[in-house]
């Protein structure tokens, strides 16, 4: 396999998350490239920035355009196999919190879609990794920090948004980030200790999803109902209009 690039800078933050911040000038996907990291001393906490991503991924496959001025970044986390599902899910805090501090107030749509009035501001893609017996967690952040939205392909265009677009001050990618990871260090460290429930409370607090009539499209079909709970595990809870309740893990959420 061949090695990873030589990153731009190195960075550090005080406390886990940040503690190693590595800043490229482009990648594939900074996912991939926190995994390739992973084999040359990449740890707990050890984050990896580019500031363009050549074939960024979403969700189901689907990719994520990543042209110069947003925000791409993955976070190395260490959490049992399991626990995936719920760490993707409060990933999306921080984020929320960050947007909200520089003055857009987002919200999530189950399970981490950033939006802010309906439309697309960010989005999370956490993954699984086994290095030598030891389990991994990567979660990416993708955010629309500075770029222009007429870079985006017209269908995602379309429904998205960005920092730039939606506030006046210029927030630069690094403030936001650094904001960013100070959030993120302060929800993983109640993830770490054992907080869960509080963190899926304030989850569900930031989630405009909860209480809707929706559609999720599973793998297995559609579920129409209203979205009525989220499981500790990070599933949604719809309630359909027999009154059956179904546990989605993985779907996407449409409107009714
Ligand atoms: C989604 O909403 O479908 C998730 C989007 C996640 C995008 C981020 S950008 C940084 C990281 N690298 C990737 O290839 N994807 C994630």
Known sequence: MAGAPTPLSE?????????????????????????????????????????????????????????????????????????????????????????????????????????????????????????HDRFWTIVGIGVNTNLDLERLPEEVRARATSLKREVDLFVSNEE????????????????????????????RGLCGTIGKQVTVETPKGKVRGRAWDIAPNGAIIVMDDAGAKHEISDGTVLPA
């Open 176 to 203: 936001f980030l650094d904001f960013l990871l100070g959030k993120f260090e302060d929800v993983y460290g109640r993830f770490k200790t054992g907080t869960r429930d509080r963190l899926l409370k304030e989850y």
């Open 11 to 131: 960075d550090r933050r005080a406390g886990l998350v940040g503690h190693r911040i590595l800043r490229f000038a482009a990648a594939d996907s900074t996912n991939d490239l926190a995994k390739l990291l992973l084999d040359e001393g990449a740890d707990e906490g050890t984050v990896v920035v580019a500031e363009r991503q050549v074939t960024g991924r979403g969700r189901h496959g689907r990719s994520w355009a990543s042209p110069p001025g947003g925000l791409y970044a993955s976070v190395v986390l260490s959490c049992e196999p399991t626990a995936v599902g719920a760490l993707s899910l409060i990933a999306g805090i921080p984020v929320v919190q960050a947007l909200r501090h520089f003055g857009v107030f987002a919200g999530l749509k189950w399970p981490n879609d950033v939006v802010f009035m309906e439309k697309k501001i960010g989005g999370i893609l956490a993954e699984g990794v086994y290095r």
